[in-house]
């Protein structure tokens, strides 16, 4: 393989070169984005990250691994063809940079990086090494137990893992805390041009304690946006149209659902509440759909507005309603996604990387079917919307230059074109690059894509420094006004005392 072939290429000239690199010095605080070690990386990069698609056959992308039955892409036609045609390639000049010394590179991801759980990210993967030789050495972890082990390793300066997925509450956080690399290298100008808003939100930060000014700390994992997944037998079977769902429709036919579906045996939604993480995806979406926000203008954050304590008293109500599981107070990953999938649920909202589960096992339009998640009956601005939730991969700071340069070529590739196109077609997930969404469209790629871009394009992001402390600190209340122990209002105003003392203040 060529990957085997670069990696010997590269021991050869590491050798000739003897003791010079070793003995070349780069001071501590050099940056990526400094001429030497990043210029490669601002050459070119539309033609590399994008231009290089129109090589890519329509026909040999459909040539995919079987989700179930496969375990690599290398033998795929998508694969094999996009390796031929360098739809993506790293940078000239790429091997004579510190990053040539990196045999392997350190990643920690969020889940397993394989073809049941991640299978884009398993894509890149395993292009990644076919065109620089250099191995990934992936650590899988759940996304709660990530935020927790990166927090810690971050904190004691250690120097791997190299790179990190960073759940998206947790950027600014890491971003204040001087934990993450700057990564301007991967951002010439003009380069947001071809993606969509959210990647900006995401990645550029203007409250970095080394570096001054505005500055960017990472590069697009994957980006999820919620939507709502609906069995239309079940509802039918109860007296309901499906087609209610389609177009506008709000909590009203919600409730009405729950009503349909009292002693059946079968619950009529879902939310989560069992973890902070979880938790956090629950109650944003609800509150985006009545038209509240926890920033205001002003700067300031407000989590006992009417609309955040209506969240609760909500939630509340649907657990007391039997609409939902009583056990929404321990649901967290995947809890909700397995018991739609069993039949247990005529409706819930999840992430669009579960649309290509259910399509193995359900016929599409008879007994699935995505909508768009509802608006609220209640609020400032009821507005049917959805909940996008973008993480990152950001670059460990204390690493050595040779591994932090070898993690801002990976970026360059989760930037491309073949990266963002499979996350959409292949996984479900959002692509940040807007173009993917016209080439799928014109050539039938996915199904449901029309709803799915209406999701997307209602779906809303807020991030804010301390965010995740925020959701640490309201589960324990929630979840005991959940259960009636405290009021809705009395658990929201405990979380606005810790927003007042560590935030606002």
């Not at 010095?25 to 940056?31: D, H, K, S």
């Not at 321990?330 to 247990?344: H, K, N, R, T, W």
């Not at 309201?474 to 009395?490: C, D, K, N, T, Y």
Request: glycine share 8%; no cysteine; hydrophobic share 35%.
């Amino acid at each position: 393989m060529r990957g085997r072939r670069n990696r010997q290429r590269r021991q050869r000239r590491r050798r000739r070169r003897g003791r010079w690199r070793r003995k070349r010095r780069w001071g501590r605080r050099q940056r990526l984005h400094d001429r030497r070690p990043g210029a490669g990386l601002a050459n070119d990069w539309e033609q590399r990250r994008i231009g290089a698609a129109a090589d890519w056959p329509i026909e040999q992308r459909r040539d995919v691994p079987d989700r179930q039955n496969d375990t690599t892409w290398t033998n795929s036609g998508a694969f094999q063809s996009a390796v031929e045609n360098d739809v993506w390639a790293p940078p000239d000049g790429w091997d004579d940079t510190a990053a040539g010394d990196a045999d392997t590179m350190q990643i920690l991801n969020h889940g397993a990086a394989n073809m049941e759980f991640d299978p884009a990210t398993l894509a890149a993967h395993e292009l990644f090494t076919e065109k620089t030789g250099i191995e990934l050495d992936v650590i899988e972890i759940g996304v709660d137990q990530a935020n927790t082990r990166e927090q810690q390793f971050l904190s004691s300066e250690e120097p791997m893992p190299h790179a990190f997925n960073v759940d998206g509450i947790l950027v600014p956080v890491f971003v204040e805390q001087g934990y993450l690399e700057v990564t301007d290298a991967l951002y010439p100008e003009g380069s947001y041009d071809p993606y969509i808003p959210a990647l900006r939100s995401l990645v550029e930060w203007d409250i970095g304690p080394i570096q001054q000014g505005t500055h960017t700390y990472g590069y697009p994992n994957i980006g999820e946006a919620s939507m709502g997944h609906l069995r239309p037998d079940l509802v039918e079977e109860q007296g309901i149209d499906p087609e209610r769902f389609q177009g506008e429709w709000s909590w009203d036919l919600l409730e009405e659902l729950g009503e349909a579906f009292a002693g059946t045996g079968v619950n009529a939604f879902a939310y989560y509440a069992g973890t902070s993480t979880y938790l956090a995806y629950s109650f944003r979406e609800l509150l985006f759909q009545q038209g509240g926000r926890m920033v205001q203008d002003d700067g300031t954050v407000v989590m006992n507005s009417p609309e955040a304590v209506r969240v609760i008293r909500k939630m509340k109500e649907w657990r007391d309603a039997g609409y939902v599981p009583s056990d929404v107070i321990s649901y967290g990953e995947g809890d909700i996604v397995d018991l739609y999938a069993s039949g247990q649920l005529a409706y819930t909202t999840a992430f669009s990387d579960f649309i290509p589960r259910l399509l193995q096992e359900y016929e599409a339009g008879s007994q699935y079917q995505v909508v768009v998640p509802p608006a609220a009956n209640a609020g400032p601005a009821p507005t049917q919307a959805g909940l996008v939730a973008p993480n990152t991969t950001s670059i460990n700071r204390f690493s050595d230059t040779g591994h932090k340069l070898a993690a801002m070529l990976y970026g360059d590739l989760k930037l491309s074109y073949y990266t963002q196109w499979l996350e959409f077609t292949y996984e479900g997930n959002i692509s940040y690059m807007d173009r993917v969404y016209t080439d799928s469209a014109e050539n039938d790629f996915v199904t449901f894509g029309d709803t799915i871009g209406d999701a997307i394009e209602n779906g809303v992001l807020e991030l804010f420094p301390q965010m995740a402390s925020v959701f640490q600190q309201m589960l324990s209340p929630v979840q005991r006004a959940i259960q009636g122990s405290i009021s809705p209002q009395a658990a929201m105003d405990q979380v606005q005392d810790f927003v007042d003392s560590e935030i606002n203040n």
